[in-house]
């Protein structure tokens, strides 16, 4: 009884915090953080470094506490006066894959980062937490925001923004922003062409195919002062709008932006939820990383299925199912743990993943035969190992490069994301 009884008293405060008023502690503005995430494998710090505020407020307003806890970093928002928690976010971030690198094991590394509130009416203290692959969590970060005197900056508004799919208002839908880099001015019509062949992409895929009302898509108009993307292994540098580059933590295809202050100072001038870079480069690359950005390659015959694969790991959280692929991360998913991605797991819990969704009758772990093919299962090899890590299809849009294949578990995820952004 006693269980049952606390049980209701958790559900109440979570309905409580999920059904608090936007209007009772935020205006409808945005307050952006820009700060440096330090450390090696063993330590890590966050460094304020300047906060600005402008636009509207396009993100939720009715999951101010974040259902879904998928990052390695939480972030959390207090009322100074009463203590009560008004506003999370979780998310993930580049130094943590960092991190987990043999260089991180000698050598420290500092990463930008953002994170992005609605504006709050009065002080707030605000908190960083970092969970580990063991996810136990630790308070890094406590700081205060005062809208009366905080020092605060302006959004700067300097490039212009094009509409490419509107499905309705930016507080109704989850509103993906492009910004383009490595394109002069020279390149201004394959920027536009190559957004909007890429928004085409995701809107011709399931299962955003089937919630275009709740999916805005703009690009920005943004350019560089020289054409390319910057590719040390090939000795190529540009000077490009974001100093985007491949080989980020060693990995050769891994294309990623080490300038995320000034991606999202780029971004400043349109509602966005989530940012995707489109490089313009012919080699095969890109990354995506959750609640953070992603970034893909103009140019190859698999760019309709990189843009939707990163959006798997931007807005879902969603851990890669390959197992034979490059990478430089070690022992990424400890198998006696759970892993956070929400399409992986080491069976340590799996009812709390996929196995409620499966047939009783599919054997666990599911051999990989023709005789399941399509079938919901666990299958093993994934999260870049072949032994002790399960994934819930033979081949996903997650794992194998095929556009428009999404597993059951995935596309459950993403309309959870949708869902999530557009109230
Ligand atoms: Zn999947």
């Known amino acids: 009884m006693k269980k049952i009884l606390s049980?209701?008293?958790?559900?109440?405060?979570i309905i409580n915090l999920q059904a608090q008023n936007?209007?009772?502690?935020?205006?409808?503005?945005?307050?952006?953080?820009?700060?440096?995430?330090?450390?090696?494998?063993?330590?890590?710090?966050?460094?304020?470094?300047?906060?600005?505020?402008?636009?509207?407020?396009?993100?939720?307003?009715?999951?101010?506490?974040?259902?879904?806890?998928?990052?390695d970093v939480l972030f959390q928002v207090y009322d100074s006066t009463s203590?009560?928690?008004?506003?999370?976010?979780?998310?993930?971030?580049l130094f943590n894959e960092y991190r987990s690198t043999e260089r991180a094991k000698t050598e420290t590394g500092s990463f930008e980062e953002c994170i992005m509130m609605p504006f709050p009416k009065k002080t707030v203290k605000y908190t960083f937490t970092s969970y580990d692959r063991q996810k136990v969590g630790t308070l890094k970060y406590v700081g205060y925001y005062n809208p009366q005197s905080t020092n605060t900056q302006s959004f700067t508004k300097e490039y212009k923004t094009i509409n490419l799919h509107i499905g309705g208002a930016p507080d109704t839908c989850i509103?993906?922003?492009?910004?383009?880099?490595?394109?002069?001015?020279?390149?201004?019509?394959?920027?536009?062409?190559?957004?909007?062949?890429?928004?085409?992409?995701?809107?011709?895929?399931?299962?955003?195919?089937?919630?275009?009302?709740?999916?805005?898509?703009?690009?920005?108009?943004?350019?560089?002062?020289?054409?390319?993307?910057?590719?040390?292994?090939?000795?190529?540098?540009?000077?490009?709008?974001?100093?985007?580059?491949?080989?980020?933590?060693?990995?050769?295809?891994?294309?990623?932006?080490?300038?995320v202050w000034k991606l999202n100072e780029v971004a400043d001038d349109a509602?966005?939820?989530?940012?995707i870079i489109v490089a313009n480069s012919e080699k095969y690359g890109g990354g995506g990383i959750y609640n953070f950005y992603a970034t893909v390659n103009n140019e190859g015959m698999y760019s309709d299925?990189?843009?939707?694969?990163?959006?798997?790991?931007?807005?879902?959280?969603?851990?890669?199912?390959?197992?034979?692929?490059?990478?430089?991360?070690?022992?990424y998913y400890p198998t006696n743990i759970e892993p956070i991605e929400p399409n992986l797991t080491t069976l340590v819990d799996f009812d709390s993943k996929w196995k409620p969704m499966m047939?009783?009758?599919?054997?666990?772990?599911?051999?990989?035969?023709?005789?399941?093919?399509?079938?919901?299962?666990?299958?093993?090899?994934?999260?870049?190992?072949?032994?002790?890590?399960?994934?819930?299809?033979?081949?996903?849009?997650?794992?194998?490069?095929?556009?428009?294949?999404?597993?059951?578990?995935?596309?459950q995820i993403i309309l959870q994301a949708i869902d999530y952004f557009s109230k």
């Not at 049980?7 to 405060?13: D, E, N, R, V």
């Not at 870049?384 to 194998?400: H, L």
Request: glycine share 8%.
């Open 7 to 13: 049980l209701c008293i958790i559900a109440c405060m």
């Open 22 to 71: 936007f209007e009772d502690y935020f205006i409808n503005r945005t307050l952006r953080l820009d700060y440096l995430h330090i450390g090696k494998n063993d330590a890590e710090t966050f460094e304020m470094k300047k906060i600005s505020a402008g636009g509207t407020w396009s993100g939720t307003r009715n999951f101010l506490i974040d259902p879904h806890r998928y990052g």
């Open 83 to 93: 203590n009560q928690m008004i506003f999370t976010r979780s998310y993930s971030c």
């Open 175 to 259: 509103d993906i922003l492009f910004v383009p880099d490595g394109y002069a001015k020279k390149d201004k019509k394959e920027m536009i062409s190559d957004m909007k062949r890429f928004c085409s992409y995701i809107t011709e895929c399931s299962p955003y195919k089937e919630n275009l009302q709740h999916i805005n898509i703009r690009g920005i108009k943004g350019f560089s002062q020289e054409s390319g993307i910057t590719d040390p292994n090939q000795g190529f540098y540009t000077q490009t709008l974001l100093n985007s580059r491949y080989n980020v933590i060693d990995v050769d295809r891994y294309l990623m932006c080490l300038n």
């Open 271 to 275: 509602p966005y939820d989530v940012l």
């Open 305 to 331: 299925y990189v843009i939707v694969h990163e959006m798997g790991h931007l807005i879902g959280g969603l851990g890669d199912e390959y197992f034979t692929s490059e990478v430089s991360v070690m022992d």
């Open 359 to 411: 047939e009783t009758s599919t054997p666990i772990p599911t051999p990989a035969t023709k005789k399941y093919k399509d079938t919901l299962g666990a299958y093993e090899g994934g999260g870049y190992v072949a032994k002790g890590v399960y994934r819930p299809w033979q081949n996903c849009t997650m794992k194998e490069s095929i556009y428009n294949n999404y597993c059951p578990v995935c596309t």
